[in-house]
């Protein structure tokens, strides 16, 4: 577990130092959402490695290993967070709550990984249904709940 958390930190930190360049130009909600959706599966393990820390990190690694994991991890977070506040202009509060509706958006997504279909002659609509059992469709579908309110603030 000790060596999987320090890979799942380096990872994550690969990872948003990734996306953060690659909005840098503040583009658009939608284009954001999708930027956020590509970056994540660059890494093959990455959200595997979400998944393990989930499932596994509060049990199996010892006390002073979870500190410090949980520890970088938040600050790994922060560093989201200041990216969604200057990208998508929200404030500090609303910046950690988008991160944690990304985060958790790309967990459930993350289990329609499975980048093989089975190949079979399916009637059109099935076919349709299938096809939308998918990362990107279901990360996208989950983060475009999130809009800006008339107010100017996500919700």
């Not at 202009?89 to 990304?102: G, I, K």
């Not at 279909?117 to 299938?130: C, D, N, T, V, Y």
Request: aromatic share 10%; proline share 3%; with cysteine.
């Amino acid at each position: 577990h000790e060596i999987l958390a320090a890979l799942f930190l380096k990872t994550m930190g690969e990872w948003g130092r990734r996306l953060g360049a690659r909005v840098a130009h503040g583009p658009e909600y939608a284009a954001f959402c999708q930027a956020y959706a590509e970056t994540l599966k660059q890494d093959t393990l990455l959200i595997a490695l979400m998944h393990h820390a989930h499932q596994n990190f509060d049990h199996g690694l010892p006390d002073e290993t979870y500190q410090e994991t949980l520890s970088s991890f938040q600050r790994l977070l922060e560093k989201q967070a200041d990216i969604f506040c200057d990208v998508l202009s929200v404030d500090n509060e609303t910046a950690s709550q988008m991160v944690w509706a990304f985060y958790t958006a790309a967990l459930g997504a993350g289990h329609f990984m499975s980048p093989a279909k089975k190949l079979a002659s399916l009637p059109k609509e099935l076919g349709q249904f299938r096809d939308a059992l998918s990362f990107d469709t279901l990360f996208l579908n989950i983060v475009a709940q999130i809009k800006r309110s008339p107010e100017g603030r996500f919700s």
